[in-house]
C-alpha cells in the first residue's frame, strides 16, 4: 500500500500525463480490450461504475457495448477526470479506495490498470459494498513479472527500487475471496510493448504518469556510467522489434 505522500506524487504525476497519456497508453487500451472480450455479466447492467477511468478509454468500449447505460466514473486525478468528461455521464475526482458512493450504487464495478497503485484488499471490499447483489466486478492488473527487464538491467548498477511491488494473481485471488467475492474467473496473459531504444521506453511509461515506484525510489539524477551500464545490460533483451518492456497482465471477474 503506498504512503500518503507517495500517493500524493502519483497523483501529481498523473495529472501532468493527462495531455500525453493517450499518445503512450498502446498496453493500457490493448488490456482494456482483453477486459471487455472476457467480461460476461448475466444481465445487461443498469448502471456502470469506471473505478480508475483516467482519460476514458475503458469508458468508451464499455460504452460501444451498453449505449444506454450510464457510466460514472472515478480518478484520483483531476487532469485525467478532465479529458475522460466527453466518455463518462458523472465524473467524481476520488480514491477508489474508498468511494463517494452509497451501498449498492451500480451493479458493474470496473476496473482497468488502477489497483496496482492502492491496497487490492482494501477496493476489492469497497467495490463489494457499492455492488448490489449479483452485481459483476471486473479488474485487471499487474503482476509481478511487469518490467523485469528493466530490473535485471539495473542490477548491480544501484539498489533503488525501479519497478512497483506488483500483487501475484493468488494474492489477487485471497483479496477478492476475503473480501466476499464469489464465481471468481482469473486470467493471466503476457504482453510487450517494442521501443526503439530505453530512453523512448522510459520516456513512455512517464508519459502515462506511472513512473512513480513507491518508497525506495531514486530521488536524484543517474551518472553517466550508470546509466550506460543500465543501456548495455537492456540490450541484451532487443529483438527483431526492439527493446521490450514486458507486461504480467492479471484479469479478473467476479460477482457479489
Known sequence: MLSAPIKQRVRESFDR?????????????????????????????????DAGCGTGYGARILRQ?????????????????????????????????????SNEYVDL???????????????????LRVLKPGGTL???????????????????????????????????LTALEQAGFGGISLR??????????L???????????AHNVGEGGRSGMMGRAAWQRVEAAY????SADGLPASYDVILATATK
Open 235 to 238: 540490450e541484451r533483451f532487443r
Open 199 to 209: 530512453k523512448r521506453l522510459l520516456r513512455a511509461v512517464k508519459d502515462i504518469g
Open 138 to 172: 471486473a479488474v485487471s492488473t499487474l503482476g509481478p513479472e511487469t518490467f523485469h527487464e528493466l530490473r535485471t538491467a539495473f542490477t548491480g548498477v544501484d539498489a533503488h527500487r525501479h519497478t512497483l511491488a506488483f500483487d501475484t494473481p493468488e494474492a489477487i
Open 65 to 101: 457495448r451498453w449505449p444506454n447505460v450510464p457510466i460514472i466514473g472515478v480518478d484520483f486525478a483531476p487532469a485525467m477526470l478532465d479529458v475522460a468528461r466527453d466518455a463518462i455521464d458523472l465524473g467524481f475526482a476520488a480514491d477508489i479506495e474508498k468511494l463517494p458512493f
Open 188 to 197: 493471466r496473459e503476457r504482453h510487450a510493448v517494442h521501443y526503439p531504444d
Open 109 to 127: 464495478w470496473w476496473s482497468s490498470l488502477s489497483i496496482q497503485w492502492c491496497d487490492a484488499a482494501t477496493v476489492f471490499a469497497d467495490a
Open 17 to 49: 500525463a493527462a495531455s500525453t497519456y493517450d499518445g503512450a497508453a498502446i498496453l493500457q487500451r490493448r488490456v482494456c480490450d482483453r477486459l471487455l472480450a472476457h467480461l460476461t455479466p448475466p444481465t445487461t447492467p443498469t448502471r456502470i461504475l
